[in-house]
C-alpha cells in the first residue's frame, strides 16, 4: 500500500511562488510515474505536471508550462511541484498521484493508482 501526503500549499498574492511536495511511504517510489493535477471548486481535475521514474522526462500542461516545474528525488522518496509567477486561476486543491503500471502510463490520463489528500492552494490579486 502507497500512501503519499503533500504538503506546501498556502495562500500567496499573483505574482508569488510555492513549492509543493508530496512524500510517498510504502512502495518502491524509484519505480513509479508521477503527477500533479490540480481541481478547482466547480471544475473537473486537470493535468497539471509528471514525471517519469528517473525524473528524466518532464511533461507539463500548456499553462503552467514556463511558470511550474516538477522535478523528484528518489533517496527522500518525494517529488516536487515548484509554482512560480502564481496567478488567481491557479487556485486549486493540488494533489499528487502515483502510477505503478508505467508500461501503460499516460502523464496527464493515467492511470494512477495512489492519490494523496491534497494541499490547497489559493492565489490571491
Known amino acids: 500500500q502507497v500512501q503519499l501526503v503533500e504538503s506546501g500549499g498556502g495562500l500567496v498574492q499573483a505574482g508569488g511562488s510555492l513549492r509543493l511536495s508530496c512524500a510517498a511511504s510504502?512502495?518502491?517510489?524509484?519505480?513509479?510515474?508521477m503527477g500533479w493535477f490540480r481541481q478547482a471548486p466547480g471544475k473537473e481535475r486537470e493535468f497539471v505536471a509528471a514525471i517519469n521514474w528517473s525524473g528524466g522526462t518532464l511533461y507539463y500542461a500548456d499553462s503552467v508550462r514556463g511558470r511550474f516545474t516538477i522535478s523528484r528525488d528518489n533517496d527522500k522518496n518525494t517529488v516536487y511541484l515548484q509554482m512560480n509567477s502564481l496567478k488567481p486561476e491557479d487556485t486549486a486543491n493540488y494533489y499528487c498521484?502515483?502510477?505503478?503500471?508505467?508500461?501503460?502510463?499516460?502523464?496527464?490520463?493515467?492511470?494512477?493508482?495512489?492519490w494523496g489528500q491534497g494541499t490547497q492552494v489559493t492565489v490571491s490579486t
Open positions: 498521484g502515483a502510477s505503478l503500471q508505467v508500461r501503460i502510463w499516460e502523464p496527464a490520463r493515467g492511470p494512477y493508482d495512489y
Open positions: 510504502g512502495g518502491t517510489f524509484s519505480s513509479y510515474g
